[in-house]
T-cell receptor
Framework: GAVVSQHPSRVICKSGTSVKIECRSL??????MFWYRQFPKQSLMLMAT?????????EQGVEKDKFLINHASLTLSTLTVTSAHPEDSSFYIC???????????FGQGTRLTVV | GQQVMQIPQYQHVQEGEDFTTYCNSS?????IQWYKQRPGGHPVFLIQ?????EVKKQKRLTFQFGEAKKNSSLHITATQTTDVGTYFC????????????FGKGTLLTVNP
């Protein structure tokens, strides 16, 4: 199956700093990638849809200026958590799909801890 | 907006018992997908159901899609400890962005 790689898997940062998370589709091109946030023992909350070459589409309640998404190529999307606060600590997961395929392939996730 | 309800939220079984999780969508779906997330891991695609009334099997797992394409179920026969994890359904209603709406998931724990 298709492979999506997410990096880093874990990151600890200080309050007020920014953290960049990368999501790469390794063996296919992805015009669309999705960013989710998952709290412990809860479901996946869609944060935004990342569109290659255009602006991301954010879900209601998600701050665009805080969660910056860039999808500069067909294989890479990045999520930058700016001015991180402890409440931003969470598990962030990206997903992507090859063209004409509807199932999603997930990255390994990034466990962000803001101290 | 579209909502996908999934029950139960938790299920604890003895090894060898059966397990079922149910999903219900507020709108008719183009397809429904099922994912499994092991503790500490990421969701992994299991299967996709597209046709009304469709039934698919993967070894001990049986997936059903309702006639109205609004509900689905996953049944595991004779659970094993390797079945532990959270099972999510995800509905797709169509659209060029292929956005999935996930249920809240059912956490399955199996007592050996």
């Amino acid at each position: 199956g298709a492979v999506v790689s997410q990096h880093p898997s874990r990151v600890i940062c200080k309050s007020g700093t920014s953290v960049k998370i990368e999501c790469r589709s390794l063996d296919f091109q992805a015009t669309t990638m999705f960013w989710y946030r998952q709290f412990p023992k809860q479901s996946l909350m869609l944060m935004a849809t990342s569109n290659e070459g255009s602006k991301a589409t954010y879900e209601q309640g998600v701050e665009k200026d805080k969660f910056l998404i860039n999808h500069a190529s067909l294989t890479l999307s990045t999520l930058t958590v700016t001015s991180a606060h402890p409440e931003d600590s969470s598990f962030y997961i990206c997903s992507a799909r090859p063209v004409a395929v509807t199932e999603a392939f997930f990255g390994q996730g990034t466990r962000l801890t803001v101290v | 907006g579209q909502q996908v309800m999934q029950i139960p939220q938790y299920q604890h079984v003895q090894e060898g018992e059966d397990f079922t999780t149910y999903c219900n969508s507020s709108t008719t779906l183009s397809n429904i997908q099922w994912y499994k997330q092991r503790p500490g891991g990421h969701p992994v695609f299991l299967i996709q159901l597209v046709k009304s009334g469709e039934v698919k099997k993967q070894k001990r797992l049986t997936f059903q899609f309702g006639e109205a394409k609004k509900n689905s179920s996953l049944h595991i026969t004779a659970t094993q400890t390797t079945d532990v994890g959270t099972y999510f359904c995800a509905g797709f209603s169509g659209g060029s962005n292929y956005k999935l709406t996930f249920g809240k998931g059912t956490l399955l724990t199996v007592n050996p």
